[in-house]
């Protein structure tokens, strides 16, 4: 018959045995966590850096952008047209033939310009905190 001492011994030794095995699970359990996070922080990564792509492939280069905005003759200030089915023009938004726009500098030195009152009211009713923010809204 065995001891009370071996009996202790062999009951401690199998209480040590499952907590080691707990602590395996657990340790597995956060491995197995960290890796599925990882995992999903790379696809994340991945997906914004492709749809950012997808977004600037259409967009015209930087060194561009001064001769399309041009205000006199840019090709991006031209009207918006909008078509039907057989091509004929329905709409046109913003036509210059039919309102001419003329390029109004706000500098004083010409003497058509923009009075800085009326900028400065413009920015006001637009946006009353333009010159206190950053630059954006959240």
Known sequence: MSSTLTILRNRRK?????????????????????FFI????????????LGYQNLIQDLPPVENL????NPRNGSLL?????YDRSGENLVKVFAPEDSPRRYIPLGAENPQHIPD??????IALADPDFWQNPGYHL
């Open 38 to 49: 990882s995992l999903f922080l790379v696809l994340l990564i991945f997906s914004l850096v």
């Open 117 to 122: 009152a009326l900028a400065e009211a413009t």
């Open 78 to 82: 031209q009207p918006t047209r909008i």
């Open 66 to 69: 001064e001769i399309l905005l």
């Open 14 to 34: 199998g209480q040590n045995d499952s907590d080691a095995r707990l602590r395996r699970g657990s340790r597995n359990t956060l491995v197995g966590c960290g």
